[in-house]
């Protein structure tokens, strides 16, 4: 057993004793677009009635889990820092910490089959949420079949205890219908008009400084309805993540008007359509940090949904799609010419497939740029934006567009 395994094995065993010994409520997130922000708005809504940990950023691993369950830091590879983790864990089952949470709001990634089971075998969730999975969705490479993310994703659900409560993304039916594998209740989220909660009369109010352009949608909860704005933040995939904290806070009986009020103090999360200024008066919409055809779909449409004398999108590749690659990226390029794109560049490999078919489906070819990397590109990039740029940022962590956005921030 090589020493990672090993530290895994103590760390779970600590974590489920203190979870056995504390007895905080457990919620669970889990899904392919969207954790992190929706774990960011539960939290929100929560800490105003409970005491609160969440995840580290989007440490979601097993040992990230483990990590917050036990309120330690990541340790990297620092066996110093790592003995220090384990000597306040071991000391926190022997003494009682006063400062224990009374909720934890876990993010839990699958990034192989077994993942999250794994998870579920060692702390019970009360509320598990599932947030979306996509028609091509990221670590496709690894699970081989769309059907066996699903099943993974569902563990989350199969393991709620019977007096928990599930909350299922509406307008995905696959998902919705996870409310089969448990007896928990069930409440259901979309804008879908039939969902429990459900969000309607989405729309864009853009402002002169476009970094002030607000959201606003309707919350529709029984006969319970609430009207929600917040500038700054912008698209579908953000109103998916407050509907599910919205349904958590009805659950702990708080007021619709309160909870609504906690959200609109949510703050963008780098690297997640967050607006900077640019050089040459030019407004870059970073959302640089990760990508999906589903996080690229929601991507566009908010450009779409903008006014700008030129848009530009900067796309990379969408990496862990396995063989639905190709397909996946041709997909993309439907989206770039639905949301009336005027000018696209695009890094990597895989973006090849989505430069063929947009010519293939007519888009100009002289408003195509193509380069190989980040490198490649950030030594042309200055030279490519003109004034007033509206520019959207989107691929894979691993292709570092971050950097590119780094060099021509005003």
Not at 304 to 317: A, I, P, Q, W
Not at 392 to 404: D, M, P, T
């Amino acid at each position: 057993m090589n020493k990672r395994k090993i530290l895994k094995s103590i760390l779970i065993s600590l974590t489920k004793r203190t979870w056995e010994k504390y007895s905080p409520k457990i919620i669970a997130i889990t899904g392919n677009v969207g954790k992190t922000s929706t774990k960011e708005a539960i939290d929100l809504v929560v800490k105003t009635k409970f005491k609160t940990w969440k995840t580290h950023k989007n440490n979601n691993t097993t040992i990230g889990v483990c990590l917050t369950v036990l309120g330690l830091p990541p340790a990297e590879n620092n066996i110093f820092k790592w003995i220090q983790n384990l000597i306040k864990a071991k000391m926190q089952l022997l003494k009682t910490n006063p400062n224990y949470p009374e909720v934890l709001i876990l993010e839990l990634a699958a990034d192989k089959p077994n993942d999250i089971k794994e998870i579920c075998s060692f702390i019970k969730p009360d509320i598990g949420v599932i947030t979306n999975i996509g028609k091509y969705p990221s670590h496709l490479e690894n699970f081989k079949k769309i059907e066996k993310i699903y099943k993974e994703k569902s563990e989350v659900i199969k393991a709620l205890k019977n007096d928990g409560i599930a909350i299922l993304n509406k307008d995905n039916k696959d998902i919705y219908e996870f409310k089969s594998l448990t007896k928990a209740k069930v409440i259901s989220y979309g804008l879908d008009e039939s969902a429990d909660v459900c969000g309607s009369n989405y729309s864009i109010k853009q402002n002169d400084k476009i970094e002030k352009t607000s959201m606003y949608f309707r919350v529709n909860y029984g006969t319970n309805i609430a009207p929600f704005e917040i500038e700054g933040i912008l698209g579908k995939g953000y109103v998916y993540s407050f509907l599910v904290a919205i349904a958590v806070g009805l659950y702990y009986d708080m007021n619709l008007i309160n909870i609504c009020s906690s959200l609109e103090k949510y703050s963008p999360i780098e690297g997640r359509l967050n607006f900077k200024k640019g050089i040459k008066q030019s407004i870059i919409l970073d959302d640089a940090y990760n990508a999906s055809p589903s996080s690229v779909e929601n991507a566009l449409e908010v450009l779409k949904d903008l006014s700008s004398t030129r848009k530009v999108f900067v796309f990379g590749d969408m990496l862990e799609l396995g063989k639905e690659s190709i397909n996946a990226h041709k997909y993309i390029s439907e989206k770039i010419i639905e949301s009336k794109i005027d000018y696209v560049i695009l890094v990597g490999t895989e973006v090849v497939h989505t430069k063929n078919q947009l010519i293939k489906l007519g888009f100009d070819e002289d408003n195509i740029l193509y380069f190989e990397n980040s490198n490649k590109l950030s030594n042309h990039i200055d030279k490519i934006i003109s004034k007033n740029d509206l520019i959207l940022f989107k691929a894979s962590h691993g292709i570092n567009l971050s950097k590119v956005i780094k060099k021509i921030i005003q």
